[in-house]
């Protein structure tokens, strides 16, 4: 079709025929600069505009409960210069208004059952991108109740999901310790007296070989309705290190009936571990090596050793020798 109209000439009639009738071509420029003006015109006047907003309530109040359905959106009503309102609808806010709930409760109406709180107020303090030249004409509600109801609370122990391994050469000198190791839950009376401890997120630690201290959230598997307080504790996980040492004991013989003895070896090797920093205040001489003699039959047979005591601050500790042989005296 296009070649058509070119073989026909047709573009070029057509601007010979523009130039020729200016009549038009003015008109045309005149009418569009007519429209631009009437536009600019139309935006300058007030209109008003209708925009909606959703509400997300964060932050509770853990001493209390709402009983009544809070609104999800709020419908504002503003009157503003159309460019305003084309402008506005273009930046929007997407995110939702969000109100914390807890700190709309003071001093003044903590004793209160019931919290009214304008809305335009909320939207002022969210700074939902109103304009000063924006008037607000109507809200929708104009105000938000919280109805409160009195929370029942108790302490429940903290259970802590943990596992752990420690490098070769180190050592919990005790267990890990939970802070706080108890915990604050509150709903109604019937849904927190089938609590009875809340645990923590699982938490796997490998080969420590330093002291620790980690932050780990509790496991929100509560019913709905109940809160806890804290969200989180702190464990902390001792580890020391731990140095080896030897000493040579001398055996003693024990349940025996009073039957003279050789022991072969009569002494033998301990090997023993304790924390690096008080190895050295081990007073090796509290070593004790036992050999049970109480099964005696014959002249000559092997008593298992044991160790009837070492000292204190020992980690752990070793006989080297699992039994040793005895010899009656004829």
């Not at 909606?52 to 009983?67: G, V």
């Not at 932050?215 to 509560?222: R, S």
């Not at 036992?290 to 160790?307: H, N, P, Q, T």
Request: aromatic share 10%.
């Amino acid at each position: 079709m296009k070649g058509y109209l070119d073989d026909l000439g047709f573009p070029e009639k057509l601007y010979k025929g523009f130039r020729a009738n200016n009549r038009l071509t003015a008109f045309l420029v005149c009418l569009l600069i007519a429209i631009i003006c009437w536009i600019f015109t139309s935006l300058s006047k007030s209109y008003t505009g209708r925009f909606t907003f959703s509400i997300q309530y964060y932050n509770l109040p853990f001493q209390k409960n709402i009983t009544n359905d809070l609104p999800e959106i709020v419908t504002v009503e503003l009157e503003a210069r159309g460019f305003n309102l084309i402008a506005y609808s273009f930046r929007q806010r997407i995110e939702p208004v969000r109100v914390d709930v807890a700190s709309l409760i003071t001093p003044a109406n903590a004793a209160r059952n019931n919290i009214v709180v304008q809305t335009r107020t909320i939207l002022a303090a969210e700074g939902t991108g109103l304009q000063p030249e924006m008037t607000i004409r109507q809200v929708i509600p104009e105000y938000i109740t919280f109805d409160f109801s009195p929370k029942f609370r108790k302490k429940v122990p903290v259970v802590a999901g943990v596992q752990v391994t420690y490098k070769k050469q180190f050592y919990a000198p005790g267990r890990w310790i939970v802070r706080p190791d108890s915990i604050e839950v509150a709903g109604s009376r019937e849904a927190i007296s089938a609590v009875k401890q809340v645990t923590t997120e699982p938490l796997q630690l490998s080969q420590l070989d330093r002291k620790t201290i980690v932050a780990v959230k509790l496991k929100k598997n509560l019913a709905p309705g109940l809160q806890m307080d804290p969200e989180k504790v702190w464990i902390y996980f001792p580890v020391e290190e731990l140095a080896e040492e030897t000493v040579e004991v001398t055996v003693e013989t024990v349940n025996g009936n009073g039957t003279d003895l050789l022991l072969l070896p009569d002494r033998v090797t301990v090997t023993y571990q304790a924390p690096l920093k008080s190895i050295d205040m081990i007073n090796s001489e509290e070593f004790r090596v036992c050999a049970d003699v109480s099964g005696i039959k014959g002249s000559s047979s092997d008593a298992r050793l044991e160790l009837c005591n070492m000292p204190q601050g020992v980690y752990k500790a070793r006989i080297n020798h699992g039994s040793v042989k005895y010899l009656t005296a004829r």
